[in-house]
């Protein structure tokens, strides 16, 4: 709780600072505010904290919270480039983010329904906003509306689930519904449609087939800086609410749904990884990795006792904060992967820091996306083996995909042309680089 | 400690020195690490393992006296790449030597790790630089070539990670000597499948013979250096892993199926392989497919898992290096003094180069398994055991000779005699010569006293039990 | 020894190598004629000659083990000795064919030529006697078979056999037999007679058959080396790059291909996506009732 007002508060003064027109003072007032919440998310229980009456309304786990912090500070920095440029706007950007990130908090692990999905509004509302708020680009409210209407669309359909829940129940809290659930109620309809309504409503937040569509179009239609945000953080905060309900509610109807989420673990590691293999366009490319990737996030579920997905989400979101914070450097204006050839060359800090992100997508060790990988193979292997072994297969066209565009960049250009990268990106590309290296210490 | 890390922070301090200095640097690194390791050689003793220990979960080292002679392998290897690279191109390019030495630290854990997991990783690691150095050195005109090689053992290694997961979810073990004494019979079909896994993945890198297509391009295309660096020591983890890791952890049921599906693969590599070098114009490409061969031999002789044909297998394992480093290394010479690999368009060498037709001669005769040289013990008693096995095996293994020394005098004889067809040619230099020399010493050296080899490192093969 | 011998004659006749335009060398090279002489005669197994000792030890050893061996061993070796003395007749003795021009030229060789000959012709002559078969020698005898056997390669597992000294003798004397009639054979015929090779055009056809070395080289070419480069030829094009490299490609090629196909599911349409999304929900609740269906 203490980690939600911090960063509420923070969002109030940012918003306050961007009338100052100083970039500098909102990013500022931004990282003390993620920073202040991570460490407050660390030693929470360890002092006396005087919201300490509201804590059982947000059992997030302090390491998730850190995790969200500290991707959205990544974020920030990343895209700061982009921020600073409209000055006008740069306090409401970062105002709106961390508002959004306040609910990922709610919605990451909830105690009950209905806060949840007050969460998954809060996490959502300030994203729709975010992605349109270049009100002069047409793609921008393009992909903005996309986005609105599959995302109210799904927002129904996940309430709906809730309501059957409900109604088959008679509670919001987790805990009583699970208890109902185990007396044999889970086998009525109700239960099994509403654990399907509530699951569909996961999927289109991590992005996973089949209600993946919003995906492609609105990041490449959303801003670099915006990007960052938006394909990390919903992604790490859609799947620990999905593990956690669950894990918690539905664990007695397991069988139940297992297969269904094997299918759908094939289909989004097939589909998102042969898709990106012809796109041209960059921020699509990422796109379709994120549809592969959720795919495999949803490995998550086949051991629900003892998922491990913090590696997973981790790297990937380091890996796709750092492509993303290069193409930001290389690419603003246009988002075609052709201006990618010979990047690498251009300096040496995005050479390596591609190399890295992109082995590490890819599952080649010794960096973060491996272990990640293992680890949630690891405890899913024994439950779900054959579809462990066609994600496997799905690896390798990914592992294509990413190497594809590494050798795209790393291409010797002919005329080598030095660039300057802003002090922010080489930190945030140096942190990636860092990070992904330095998981070996976390297995 | 300072053994497995050495050459991760000598990579490290690659990167950072100024490019002037690397060309230097590469040879005096690998040589440090070289005399390191001669030293701990000199200090270990062969029934010893030595322990150690980074404080990870799935990541240990321990090392017996065939990982030493792996660990030696390596850095003589690498030694001698930068040796006789010395006077090319890429030795000034501080990644290539940084890669390099990167790739000598994944290499060297691979030889010492003691976990299975630690294996995989290590294994994995090796990829990162040899893709960087085969993209930025080689002449892959398309990437396809390059993403072949890649997509091959990527799909292989990943069998293997999931044998590896189930290795470890079935008997509950990670280190070498846990799954030493794990009772994998009991796991019948299961264990059969678990070791498919890790043989397809070897299979890919040894390579044998339906998987091996990436190699004929990738050696050609791919630098002198690389060339060298892969088949003389990356392919060799496969041959290792199979060693050291499959047949003794899978020795029964397993073992068994498998057994004579891989001769088999192996054997045919072994004459197809042959086959197809004996028309190949390019020098590179003959070498990759006689590489096919040899190591073919070597697989197919291994799945034996007999007690005296895996100390020979050690053998020939490192007269392979051997003679693959001169081969390629001769290949690379003449490439680089004519830029043409083309034996056609090669002849008289030898009239204007003697000392290189001398010290080429040697190594061409230390590939056909001359007596006297570490070949000749290498592939004697191989073709032995194969025989010994089944008739039909032992001479389909020997063909290997007669069809080893027809490619191998074409590829010989057409270059270095015969009308002069070529502009000037420019003797060896002296770090060639002195890598040359090394090369043939060692394989006369191993060819009469093959006993040094095989006595240190029976003491970590693993008797079989049955 | 003999082609050292005959790299001798042919320096000496100026790189002329068709012994039609020899004879009579061995006034002109003596020493030559007479390493080439001992040479000849070793190797047609005359007695007392290294060629005769290792050439018996091998026919004892055929009979031994099976009597159809050793007669073609007894065919080769008279085969051997007729081509041997027939070459060293005509190109030593007789008159000298090759015109006049070419015989004031003619000359020995030089010491680096002859000095190997006449060692090894010594070699030739004692060489022999190192491995009398028990009979001269009972206690050296067979040491270099002992030699070899001491080696660890297995070649102690080929057993030696010690043939009584009847037929040890009679074997040798059949040889030796052989061989001094060819000798006188072959002196008679081309020496006392002056037969000389003939030219191409008058050979019978079993000497052109000879000639042609009995097609040997051909059939070679054509059993063994022209399928094997053709093998190697379809190996390397065929098998290896278009159906092994090729098929690999073509199932990568045709796996990356579907992105054609799946890529046209993101049709960028607000209301394709709100209908797929309808399409899924409805795949789900199918997916209930299939799964019910299956438990019940």
């Given at each position: 709780?203490?980690?939600?007002?911090?960063?509420?508060?923070?969002?109030?003064?940012?918003?306050?600072?961007?009338?100052?027109?100083?970039?500098?003072?909102?990013?500022?007032?931004?990282?003390?505010?993620?920073?202040?919440?991570?460490?407050?998310?660390?030693?929470?229980?360890?002092?006396?904290?005087?919201?300490?009456?509201?804590?059982?309304?947000?059992?997030?786990?302090?390491?998730?919270?850190?995790?969200?912090?500290?991707?959205?500070?990544?974020?920030?920095?990343?895209?700061?480039?982009?921020?600073?440029?409209?000055?006008?706007?740069?306090?409401?950007?970062?105002?709106?983010?961390?508002?959004?990130?306040?609910?990922?908090?709610?919605?990451?692990?909830?105690?009950?329904?209905?806060?949840?999905?007050?969460?998954?509004?809060?996490?959502?509302?300030?994203?729709?906003?975010?992605?349109?708020?270049?009100?002069?680009?047409?793609?921008?409210?393009?992909?903005?509306?996309?986005?609105?209407?599959?995302?109210?669309?799904?927002?129904?359909?996940?309430?709906?689930?809730?309501?059957?829940?409900?109604?088959?129940?008679?509670?919001?809290?987790?805990?009583?519904?699970?208890?109902?659930?185990?007396?044999?109620?889970?086998?009525?309809?109700?239960?099994?449609?509403?654990?399907?309504?509530?699951?569909?409503?996961?999927?289109?937040?991590?992005?996973?087939?089949?209600?993946?569509?919003?995906?492609?179009?609105?990041?490449?239609?959303?801003?670099?800086?915006?990007?960052?945000?938006?394909?990390?953080?919903?992604?790490?905060?859609?799947?620990?609410?999905?593990?956690?309900?669950?894990?918690?509610?539905?664990?007695?109807?397991?069988?139940?749904?297992?297969?269904?989420?094997?299918?759908?673990?094939?289909?989004?590691?097939?589909?998102?990884?042969?898709?990106?293999?012809?796109?041209?366009?960059?921020?699509?490319?990422?796109?379709?990795?994120?549809?592969?990737?959720?795919?495999?996030?949803?490995?998550?579920?086949?051991?629900?006792?003892?998922?491990?997905?913090?590696?997973?989400?981790?790297?990937?979101?380091?890996?796709?904060?750092?492509?993303?914070?290069?193409?930001?450097?290389?690419?603003?204006?246009?988002?075609?992967?052709?201006?990618?050839?010979?990047?690498?060359?251009?300096?040496?800090?995005?050479?390596?820091?591609?190399?890295?992100?992109?082995?590490?997508?890819?599952?080649?060790?010794?960096?973060?996306?491996?272990?990640?990988?293992?680890s949630l193979l690891w405890s899913a292997t024994p439950h779900v083996p054959y579809t462990a072994i066609l994600a496997l297969i799905a690896s390798v066209i990914g592992a294509f995909v990413y190497l594809r565009l590494l050798i795209l960049a790393l291409k010797r250009p002919k005329v080598q042309v030095r660039m300057q990268l802003s002090i922010e990106q080489m930190i945030v590309l140096l942190l990636t680089s860092i990070a992904s290296i330095g998981a070996i210490y976390f297995i | 400690m300072a053994l497995i890390l050495l050459p991760l922070v000598l990579s490290l301090v690659a990167w950072l020195l100024p490019s002037a200095q690397t060309r230097l640097f590469g040879l005096i690194a690998s040589a440090l690490s070289l005399a390191w390791s001669i030293v701990a050689?000199?200090?270990?003793?062969?029934?010893?393992?030595?322990?150690?220990?980074?404080?990870?979960?799935?990541?240990?080292?321990?090392?017996?006296?065939?990982?030493?002679?792996?660990?030696?392998?390596?850095?003589?290897?690498?030694?001698?790449?930068?040796?006789?690279?010395?006077?090319?191109?890429?030795?000034?390019?501080?990644?290539?030597?940084?890669?390099?030495?990167?790739?000598?630290?994944?290499?060297?854990?691979?030889?010492?790790?003691?976990?299975?997991?630690?294996?995989?990783?290590?294994?994995?690691?090796?990829?990162?630089?040899?893709?960087?150095?085969?993209?930025?050195?080689?002449?892959?005109?398309?990437?396809?070539?390059?993403?072949?090689?890649?997509?091959?053992?990527?799909?292989?290694?990943?069998?293997?990670?999931?044998?590896?997961?189930?290795?470890?979810?079935?008997?509950n073990q990670q280190t070498y000597e846990g799954l030493l004494v794990a009772d994998l019979n009991a796991l019948g079909n299961t264990s059969t499948l678990l070791m498919g896994g890790f043989l397809f993945a070897f299979a890919v890198k040894i390579p044998l013979f339906p998987f091996h297509t990436w190699q004929a391009e990738t050696y050609t295309k791919a630098p002198t250096a690389g060339t060298m660096l892969l088949s003389a020591i990356m392919l060799k983890m496969a041959l290792f892993g199979l060693l050291k890791w499959v047949l003794p952890i899978f020795d029964g049921v397993a073992t068994d199926f498998w057994r004579w599906p891989i001769i088999s693969l192996g054997l045919i590599g072994v004459v197809y392989g042959?086959?197809?070098?004996?028309?190949?114009?390019?020098?590179?490409?003959?070498?990759?497919?006689?590489?096919?061969?040899?190591?073919?031999?070597?697989?197919?002789?291994?799945?034996?898992?007999?007690?005296?044909?895996?100390?020979?297998?050690?053998?020939?394992?490192?007269?392979?290096?051997?003679?693959?480093?001169?081969?390629?290394?001769?290949?690379?010479?003449?490439?680089?003094?004519?830029?043409?690999?083309?034996?056609?368009?090669?002849?008289?060498?030898?009239?204007?180069?003697?000392?290189?037709?001398?010290?080429?001669?040697?190594?061409?005769?230390?590939?056909?398994?001359?007596?006297?040289?570490?070949?000749?013990?290498?592939?004697?008693?191989?073709?032995?055991?194969l025989f010994s096995a089944h008739a039909l095996t032992g001479f389909i293994a020997s063909t290997t000779l007669v069809l080893g020394a027809v490619y191998m005098l074409r590829a010989y004889q057409a270059p270095m005699f015969g009308p002069t067809k070529i502009a000037a040619f420019a003797d060896l230099h002296w770090s060639e010569l002195i890598v040359f020399a090394i090369l043939s010493v060692a394989a006369i050296y191993l060819g009469l006293a093959p006993q040094c080899l095989t006595d240190f490192v029976a003491q970590s093969l693993t008797q079989p039990t049955h | 020894m003999l082609f050292l011998g005959s790299g001798s004659v042919i320096h000496g006749m100026h790189e002329e190598q068709d012994i039609r335009k020899m004879g009579g060398l061995a006034k002109i090279m003596p020493i030559t004629h007479f390493t080439f002489f001992i040479g000849t005669m070793a190797i047609s197994g005359i007695p007392f000659l290294s060629g005769?000792?290792?050439?018996?030890?091998?026919?004892?050893?055929?009979?031994?083990?099976?009597?159809?061996?050793?007669?073609?061993?007894?065919?080769?070796?008279?085969?051997?000795?007729?081509?041997?003395?027939?070459?060293?007749?005509?190109?030593?003795?007789?008159?000298?064919?090759?015109?006049?021009?070419?015989?004031?030229?003619?000359?020995?060789?030089?010491?680096?030529?002859?000095?190997?000959?006449?060692?090894?012709?010594?070699?030739?002559?004692?060489?022999?006697?190192?491995?009398?078969?028990g009979l001269f020698f009972k206690n050296v005898a067979h040491w270099f078979d002992h030699y070899l056997s001491h080696g660890t390669f297995g070649l102690s597992a080929v057993h030696n056999v010690h043939l009584d000294f009847n037929t040890a003798m009679g074997l040798m004397i059949f040889a030796s037999a052989i061989a001094i009639g060819v000798l006188i054979w072959a002196y008679l015929n081309y020496v006392k007679k002056g037969a000389t090779a003939k030219e191409d055009s008058a050979l019978s056809t079993w000497e052109n058959l000879s000639a042609q070395k009995l097609y040997v080289d051909e059939l070679y070419h054509l059993v063994f080396v022209k399928p094997l480069l053709a093998l190697s030829g379809f190996a390397a094009q065929v098998l290896d790059i278009q159906i092994l490299r090729n098929g690999v490609y073509a199932i990568a090629d045709s796996i990356l291909n579907t992105a054609n196909l799946t890529r046209k599911w993101q049709t960028g349409f607000l209301s394709s996506y709100l209908f797929w999304m309808v399409f899924g929900l409805i795949t789900f609740v199918a997916y209930y009732i299939l799964k019910l269906s299956v438990w019940h």
């Open positions: 709780m203490d980690s939600i007002v911090i960063l509420f508060i923070s969002g109030l003064l940012g918003l306050f600072a961007g009338m100052s027109k100083k970039p500098v003072a909102s990013l500022f007032i931004a990282s003390f505010g993620l920073i202040g919440a991570g460490l407050a998310a660390y030693y929470r229980g360890s002092y006396n904290s005087p919201f300490s009456s509201y804590a059982a309304f947000v059992p997030t786990q302090g390491i998730v919270i850190i995790l969200l912090c500290a991707v959205t500070l990544l974020a920030l920095l990343g895209g700061f480039k982009r921020y600073k440029n409209d000055d006008e706007h740069t306090g409401d950007y970062f105002g709106l983010i961390l508002f959004s990130l306040c609910g990922a908090i709610l919605m990451a692990q909830p105690g009950d329904l209905m806060l949840f999905f007050i969460g998954l509004e809060i996490l959502s509302i300030p994203i729709y906003v975010l992605v349109g708020i270049d009100k002069g680009s047409s793609t921008y409210a393009e992909a903005a509306v996309k986005y609105f209407f599959t995302g109210s669309f799904a927002s129904a359909i996940l309430l709906f689930g809730i309501a059957l829940l409900y109604g088959a129940t008679g509670s919001f809290q987790l805990i009583e519904i699970q208890s109902n659930l185990a007396i044999g109620i889970w086998q009525s309809p109700m239960a099994m449609i509403g654990s399907l309504f509530i699951l569909a409503g996961f999927i289109f937040k991590i992005g996973a087939v089949p209600f993946h569509f919003w995906g492609p179009d609105v990041y490449a239609g959303a801003s670099n800086a915006v990007l960052m945000y938006m394909s990390t953080v919903v992604k790490i905060a859609g799947i620990y609410g999905l593990i956690n309900v669950f894990g918690q509610v539905f664990r007695d109807s397991y069988f139940f749904w297992i297969d269904l989420i094997s299918l759908l673990i094939v289909i989004s590691m097939f589909y998102g990884y042969i898709t990106a293999w012809k796109q041209t366009n960059f921020r699509r490319l990422i796109a379709f990795s994120s549809i592969a990737n959720a795919g495999l996030m949803l490995f998550a579920l086949a051991d629900i006792h003892n998922s491990n997905i913090f590696l997973f989400v981790g790297a990937y979101a380091l890996a796709t904060i750092a492509l993303v914070v290069i193409n930001l450097a290389v690419n603003d204006d246009s988002d075609a992967l052709a201006n990618w050839e010979g990047i690498a060359w251009k300096n040496p800090m995005i050479g390596i820091a591609l190399v890295i992100a992109l082995f590490s997508l890819a599952g080649i060790p010794p960096f973060a996306g491996f272990f990640g990988k293992f | 050689v000199c200090y270990f003793k062969p029934t010893d393992h030595l322990l150690v220990d980074f404080g990870l979960r799935f990541i240990r080292f321990s090392i017996d006296s065939l990982g030493f002679t792996m660990i030696l392998l390596t850095n003589a290897v690498f030694f001698l790449v930068f040796l006789s690279q010395f006077t090319s191109n890429i030795t000034q390019e501080k990644r290539f030597t940084a890669l390099a030495l990167l790739m000598q630290f994944g290499l060297v854990g691979v030889f010492t790790t003691n976990t299975i997991l630690g294996f995989y990783i290590f294994w994995e690691l090796t990829l990162l630089p040899i893709f960087l150095i085969l993209y930025w050195f080689g002449s892959f005109e398309k990437p396809r070539a390059l993403l072949q090689f890649f997509l091959y053992t990527i799909l292989g290694s990943l069998a293997m990670l999931l044998a590896v997961i189930g290795l470890m979810h079935a008997t042959a086959i197809i070098a004996i028309r190949q114009r390019d020098i590179k490409t003959l070498f990759a497919y006689a590489s096919l061969s040899h190591l073919g031999l070597i697989a197919a002789a291994l799945m034996l898992n007999d007690f005296d044909t895996n100390q020979i297998a050690v053998v020939q394992i490192v007269n392979h290096s051997i003679v693959s480093i001169g081969l390629f290394l001769a290949a690379g010479i003449i490439e680089l003094r004519l830029q043409t690999r083309n034996i056609e368009e090669l002849g008289g060498i030898a009239k204007v180069a003697p000392r290189f037709a001398f010290w080429f001669a040697v190594l061409t005769f230390v590939s056909l398994s001359v007596p006297f040289t570490a070949g000749f013990i290498g592939e004697f008693f191989l073709i032995k055991a | 005769f000792f290792s050439k018996d030890e091998i026919m004892a050893q055929a009979l031994h083990h099976n009597p159809v061996v050793y007669g073609v061993l007894v065919l080769a070796v008279t085969m051997t000795a007729i081509y041997m003395f027939r070459l060293y007749f005509l190109t030593f003795h007789g008159q000298f064919r090759g015109g006049e021009a070419l015989k004031s030229k003619v000359h020995e060789s030089g010491l680096s030529m002859t000095l190997p000959l006449m060692v090894l012709a010594a070699l030739s002559i004692f060489g022999g006697l190192l491995n009398l078969p």
